[in-house]
């Protein structure tokens, strides 16, 4: 086996990561074909167990080769596209066999047969489709949200106040320029950055749980990754306060619909009386994320103000899309599927706190909101956070790092979209990362 | 007949506007039933006809009655929403009968059937739809988008350049912020607010036909309403002078498949070799005006500042959508598409400018450019631009104005989404309104 090490002094893993990286790319080693074991590897090359193995967590990383347990290290199928960055996240996320970050939805919630069939019924409206939608959004759609969130939220509002838009982004791409009577705005954390980017974009400072702000942005429902909500009380204290200072208040209900432990909190809009409080809807969780639809509903201190923009702005969001959801909604789909995602979830996030539980026992520390599909794990490891994402994701496992201090690393587990049959052994094997690492430190 | 006139001194048409407005909305002149003729109503209350035939008028323009040719008005369908600006529009629109303005679609055209189908086959892709789109666009359609420019428009990219949206706004809100070294952006003309509007939200300077602007923006291949085009040499020189200041030139491509009567000129992007020009373009007029699908390809200038920011923004148009239309495009039914529309636009501008000029003879005047869908006519009348606008309402004709002169009036009549069959009635038409008016003057 020749091999050039320590070319212009790189550390030796790379070398032997550039070595097979080659063999692949020349498909010299094809898609399938299994690794050398660390071992016979290691003895091959003259080399120690943790420089192959670095190697091959680099070529895993970089979606390469995947781990399967118990058997080793295989070539995947993805060579011969450039390695710019994007494609390299893109090429390493076919490969996880466990996601334990994503947000998306539960393959077996949504039904597909359902939607397609909306769909294909909003396709057949040829005229309404041979026409731009209206800036505002679908006239019917508007009326149907409108009574939708009447009846659920308690917000009275009419098809007039209402926006449509293509994600939350598009909203804001509209509501920022009606705001030049502000000049900050306040956001939960940093962490909302497509949120927090437009309005920096817009040139408003941004400003962090600052309730002096002119404008107060707020996911009531939604406050921690892990789920925990705004109480009433604090909700009323907010817009009292608002209401005080003459600031106004963005309230983003995402996730409203994922509260299990209580009844759903009243909306900071209805609470106002609509009074100084913008609301903004979405359907990305309920629905698919892939379907770009969510809506705002403006106070009356902003309507005049929008109407005289309003033919400045396309509408974004699908008009076919449109459609089939208004139909989809009117026929009490929404509703049947809100409940019924909600109860899956119930008993995810439980079945997920308790396998985190078992296994991680009693040194790590949970933490469980009241609403959401996600909760924070709390692990001592000498690992830092990308190292525990490369490590993990040499094994197929992809995970999310909510914080780092010493000696302990906090992840956000999300229990949405994996199936529950796949905690425990995800879990595990999480375990077993964290573990062998730490015992190599001693 | 009781009615009360001049209230606080209003005019009487008004009162008289308003007690059948009324009357419509109380349901008791029910929808189909026949207005009163002119001389009748004119006689039963003492007022002249032009009171009344004003308020009809009126009454056409928000909906609530339509004009039938040789028979009358009748009362349409419309009651019981209130009456906001946006409304009044859209009720206005249903009942139009011949639509000069719209640039919309030949119905006959698009392929309804074969769209389906690729949409159909998207929303098969159930494991994609699960999970939030690539924030810079599906990969895949990138990629097909970089080949199918590279043919057609000489552009020479990769997927990596490529950024999609939900139409040229949404590109727009991700330019705009990564052009913070410039301070002025200079438009042909102001009638392109959706693209001016976000660069002034974004508070840039606003120009017109300033070639000394940080940023140029153009659309070459639709120059004027009428269809003109920029000829090479302009676009040469406009590259020079570009570079020579350092500006950027934005090119939105729009309409550049609509070149009926010479070659397609050389995009502005590929004289420049990609250098100092983001390149834009859209599907709008291809295939629906309900799909949002456009894209921008950026410099070598901007990508890194690009990749930087591009984790900042979700993606605004619809995953299933992307999807389908990728394919839709790989299996040759795009350019199919713009080979058919291309030859049916070319003979449907021939038949209108044929019929404009056979109808209104050589008192007005003709303006077609080589590309397009729309042509200019300027006829001579005492009308305002909104009299002219509402007299044709209350007849079902919808029409655009895009000049006022003394005793002149220049409209856009555009060919796309009207059958050819109606282009002899719907000018006579206009020409009968024009004339009446004309007639009534002397």
Redesign the interface.
């Known amino acids: 086996m020749a091999l050039e090490l320590q070319k212009d002094g790189e550390p030796l893993y790379l070398s032997v990561y550039r070595y097979y990286k080659d063999l692949i790319l020349q498909g010299k080693l094809p898609a399938g074909s299994k690794m050398p074991s660390l071992r016979k590897c290691s003895g091959e090359l003259h080399l120690s167990r943790t420089t192959i193995e670095n190697a091959y967590l680099q070529l895993a990383a970089d979606g390469f080769i995947i781990s399967k347990a118990q058997s080793g290290y295989y070539v995947t199928g993805i060579t011969g596209k450039?390695a710019?960055?994007?494609?390299r996240e893109?090429a390493a996320e076919v490969n996880y066999i466990y996601d334990l970050s994503?947000s998306?939805?539960d393959?077996e919630s949504?039904r597909?047969d359902l939607?397609?069939r909306y769909?294909?019924s909003a396709?057949?409206q040829?005229?309404?489709?041979?026409?731009?939608?209206?800036p505002?959004g679908e006239?019917e759609l508007r009326e149907t949200l409108a009574q939708y969130i009447r009846e659920r939220r308690n917000i009275h509002c009419?098809a007039?106040d209402i926006v449509v838009g293509?994600?939350?982004?598009?909203l804001l791409?509209i509501l920022?320029?009606l705001l030049k009577d502000y000049t900050t705005v306040s956001f939960p954390t940093p962490s909302f950055?497509?949120g927090s980017?437009v309005f920096s974009?817009?040139?408003f400072d941004v400003h962090y749980r600052d309730k002096d702000c002119g404008i107060i942005f707020v996911s009531p429902a939604h406050m921690t990754k892990w789920g925990e909500i705004m109480p009433i009380s604090r909700r009323l204290e907010l817009i009292r306060h608002a209401s005080h200072r003459g600031s106004l208040i963005i309230e983003d209900d995402f996730e409203n619909e994922f509260v299990y432990l209580q009844k759903p909190t009243p909306s900071i809009y209805s609470l106002a009386g609509g009074q100084g409080v913008v609301y903004i809807g979405s359907f990305?969780r309920l629905l698919?994320?892939?379907?770009?639809i969510s809506f705002m509903v403006l106070p009356r201190q902003l309507r005049e103000a929008y109407?005289q923009?309003?033919?400045?702005?396309?509408?974004?969001?699908?008009?076919?899309?449109q459609i089939a959801l208004c139909q989809f909604i009117r026929d009490g789909h929404l509703a049947a599927q809100t409940r019924r995602l909600r109860r899956l979830y119930a008993a995810k996030m439980k079945l997920l706190t308790e396998a985190a539980a078992q296994i991680f026992g009693a040194k790590a520390k949970i933490k469980v909101g009241s609403a959401g599909t996600t909760m924070a794990l709390t692990v001592p490891t000498r690992y830092s956070g990308e190292a525990l994402k490369n490590a993990a994701a040499a094994h197929g496992l992809k995970i999310q790092v909510l914080s780092e201090s010493e000696g302990a690393l906090t992840l956000l587990l999300s229990c949405s979209?994996m199936p529950s049959d796949d905690f425990i052994p995800a879990l595990t094997l999480l375990k077993n990362i964290v573990t062998v690492q730490t015992l190599s430190e001693l």
């Not at 710019?84 to 494609?87: A, E, K, S, Y």
């Not at 293509?166 to 598009?170: E, I, N, R, T």
């Not at 698919?288 to 770009?292: D, G, M, Q, Y």
């Open positions: 450039p710019v960055p994007q494609n893109k994503s998306g939805v393959r949504f597909f939607w397609q769909i294909k396709l057949r040829n005229d309404r489709l041979l026409s731009y939608g209206e505002q006239y009419t007039e293509a994600g939350v982004q598009s791409h920022c320029p950055v497509h980017a974009d817009y040139g990305s698919l994320p892939s379907i770009r109407l923009r309003a033919a400045l702005y396309n509408q974004t969001a699908s008009k076919a899309e979209s």
